[in-house]
């Protein structure tokens, strides 16, 4: 294995410092929507969809209750009978076919079928 001498180590650490504090004054994540969707390349989209099912995976591993777990578990189960791709052309078709949804989240999108799987969480008791 190569070893990284002291200058080009030095170099890419001020580079991470000097960029640091722009990653950390982002104070609110973005909901990717159709306006993001479509100037993604096929592998982004791909990532996308696997990145959600990771956490999905890891949140239904995690067990627990509730209408978030459910969600999770049906989108793991999905997974198991359609590629990633055939998610990312069902995400591509909605866009296409309905263009005045595109501030719809892509995960909005993606979790529609799984959502009516499951129970609506019931209300929570305000407290005095």
Known sequence: ???????TFAWGLAILLALAPAALAQTQMVAWDGSHWKDLTQELKVAY???????????????GSGRAVC????????????????????????????????????????????????????PKEKKP
């Open 71 to 122: 969600i999770s578990k049906a989108f793991v189960d999905e997974l198991k009978t359609k590629t990633v791709g055939q998610v990312v052309t069902e995400v591509d078709q909605y866009y296409k076919e309905k263009p005045d949804r595109a501030k719809v989240p892509v995960i909005d999108v993606i979790l529609q079928r799984c959502t009516k799987l499951c129970a609506a969480d019931p």
């Open 49 to 63: 969809v696997l990145g959600i099912g990771n956490m999905a995976s890891f949140e239904t591993a995690m067990g």
């Open 1 to 7: 294995m190569k070893r990284i001498n002291r200058k």
